[in-house]
């Protein structure tokens, strides 16, 4: 079993890193039920795995090597550790469901927040039984990330503020065409990068 889960957290690390490879701007989400927790269990680190940030091998039973780079964030950890759970076990809270998201230079994603509808874990079993009540349709509750979609575009360098540096680089790149539709240097989303895209980018200059 340990087996198993080492080779599926490295096959989706690989994957997601070939597609970073293939298009470095390419924004990528992996949500959902990874069955794993976010940090070491002492036998297979799967989250680390996934994300580009392994255990040593001296943390745990089986170990993997960096796969992914840049490495993956999981937003999980910027909630609060009182909220940081969405599945109960024999009345244990844990964290299960997980939202890992690319963080490089032209494919950073900027979240604006993670909620759970608490709609199963704080509620008894005995709903399940109950066809006139919601909670308790599943045993995990549901996570919401929410993002803004506004800071990707034009922040070349994936700082997360739109300068003159992001400038520059859009300036480098006229004459080009956007290597995809979310190249943040295509500040207008025509996709070709010219002096439209410059223009349109000092609008949101929020330092010099």
Not at 2 to 14: I, M, S
Not at 39 to 52: E, L, P
Not at 84 to 90: A, E, I, K, T
């Given at each position: 079993?340990?087996?198993?889960?080492?080779?599926?957290?490295?096959?989706?690390?690989?994957?997601?890193?070939?597609?970073?490879?293939?298009?470095?701007?390419?924004?990528?989400?992996?949500?959902?039920?990874?069955?794993?927790?976010?940090?070491?269990?002492?036998?297979?680190?799967?989250?680390?795995?996934?994300?580009?940030?392994?255990?040593?091998?001296?943390?745990?039973?089986?170990?993997?090597?960096?796969?992914?780079?840049?490495?993956?964030?999981?937003?999980?950890?910027?909630?609060?550790?009182?909220?940081?759970?969405?599945?109960?076990?024999?009345?244990?809270?844990?964290?299960?469901?997980?939202?890992?998201?690319?963080?490089?230079?032209?494919?950073?994603?900027?979240?604006?927040?993670?909620?759970?509808?608490?709609?199963?874990?704080?509620?008894?079993?005995?709903?399940?039984?109950?066809?006139?009540?919601?909670?308790?349709?599943?045993?995990?509750?549901?996570?919401?990330?929410?993002?803004?979609?506004?800071?990707?575009?034009?922040?070349?360098?994936?700082?997360?503020?739109i300068t003159q540096a992001d400038l520059v680089i859009i300036r480098n790149a006229n004459g080009q065409g956007a290597s995809g539709p979310f190249d943040p240097r295509d500040g207008n989303g025509d996709g070709a990068i010219n002096v439209a895209d410059f223009r349109?980018?000092?609008?949101?200059?929020?330092?010099?």
């Open positions: 079993m340990r087996t198993k889960r080492r080779a599926q957290a490295e096959y989706l690390a690989n994957l997601i890193q070939s597609r970073q490879s293939a298009d470095p701007t390419e924004r990528i989400v992996s949500v959902g039920d990874y069955n794993a927790f976010q940090f070491n269990d002492g036998y297979v680190d799967s989250i680390a795995t996934i994300k580009g940030t392994p255990t040593p091998a001296n943390q745990v039973v089986l170990a993997s090597g960096d796969l992914v780079n840049p490495d993956l964030k999981d937003l999980v950890d910027d909630v609060p550790a009182s909220e940081r759970y969405s599945f109960s076990f024999d009345g244990n809270a844990q964290e299960l469901d997980h939202v890992l998201v690319t963080t490089g230079p032209l494919n950073r994603l900027t979240a604006a927040g993670l909620q759970y509808g608490r709609m199963d874990a704080d509620f008894p079993e005995i709903y399940r039984n109950d066809p006139n009540r919601p909670e308790r349709l599943s045993d995990h509750d549901p996570v919401v990330a929410y993002f803004s979609l506004a800071a990707m575009r034009c922040d070349a360098n994936g700082d997360g503020v349109y980018c000092q609008l949101g200059l929020t330092r010099q």
